[in-house]
């Protein structure tokens, strides 16, 4: 099987056999062009794809996709799915790649989970020892942050900065209080979960490293967190 994550600034796929990754890659949304010639080949006969990047990039996947007489399942939030609730008070609203990074959580890990997913934006959900999405979080992501902080600060420029505890330049303390705005906002948010002994917070996304380092909570890294959630919505088709 291949799961195509496509999100706001790059395209994430890999493919399955099984339960086992074999294979991954990504490409800046502005190369989808090439995404025919990235692709494992023969593809296989089932792709699942959660796109959140709107029909023009929806448009570019299927001319890379067309013609292999594939069946390709374009993956939308449920009420319900492989063992997950979903609580928002519209489902359908839900961002295909959060449902998905919830179904993935959710089979890695069977007790309470944070659910925390950082990229362009960053996402930080609920997910209870019974499967029930209970909500959540969407915040700017650390790139975004700091790019906002800069674009729209006169005195400020964008500069490289580094994560101190105590920054004692510009560019460190932009970079600094960017990171530490995510921290406490997962940590916030994990906190009510932290009595239950078997609670986790699960990283991925592709700005999770630093995030996942310095986080003061259980955690795990799953860098293919949306990965493995498209296939399990795909074997249970």
């Not at 295909?96 to 919830?102: I, Q, V």
């Not at 239950?196 to 799953?222: F, H, I, N, T, Y």
Request: some cysteine; overall charge neutral; glycine content about 10%.
């Amino acid at each position: 099987m291949l799961a195509i994550d496509c999100g706001n600034t790059r395209l994430k796929w890999g493919l399955f056999e099984g339960e086992r990754l074999i294979e991954s890659g990504s490409l800046p949304l502005i190369e989808l062009g090439m995404l025919a010639r990235r692709l494992p080949s023969p593809l296989p006969q089932r792709v699942m794809v959660s796109n959140v990047a709107g029909e023009r990039a929806a448009v570019e996947i299927r001319a890379a996709l067309e013609g292999h007489g594939r069946l390709i399942r374009w993956v939308r939030a449920q009420p319900e799915q492989c063992g997950v609730r979903n609580a928002y008070t519209d489902p359908a609203q839900l961002g295909a790649d959060r449902w998905a990074a919830l179904i993935g959580a959710r089979h890695l890990h069977r007790g309470p989970c944070l659910v925390v997913m950082a990229g362009t934006a960053t996402t930080v959900d609920v997910l209870d020892g019974d499967g029930n999405f209970r909500g959540g979080l969407i915040l700017p992501g650390f790139e975004l942050m700091r790019q906002s902080l800069t674009r729209n600060t006169a005195q400020l420029q964008v500069q490289p900065g580094a994560y101190a505890e105590l920054p004692r330049n510009t560019a460190d303390a932009i970079a600094s209080g960017c990171l530490q705005a995510q921290l406490g906002a997962v940590e916030r948010m994990f906190r009510p979960m932290a009595a239950l002994s078997d609670a986790v917070c699960m990283v991925s996304g592709g700005a999770a490293q630093p995030l996942a380092d310095r986080l003061d909570c259980p955690k795990r890294l799953e860098p293919h967190l949306v990965l493995h959630g498209l296939r399990c919505i795909g074997e249970a088709s």
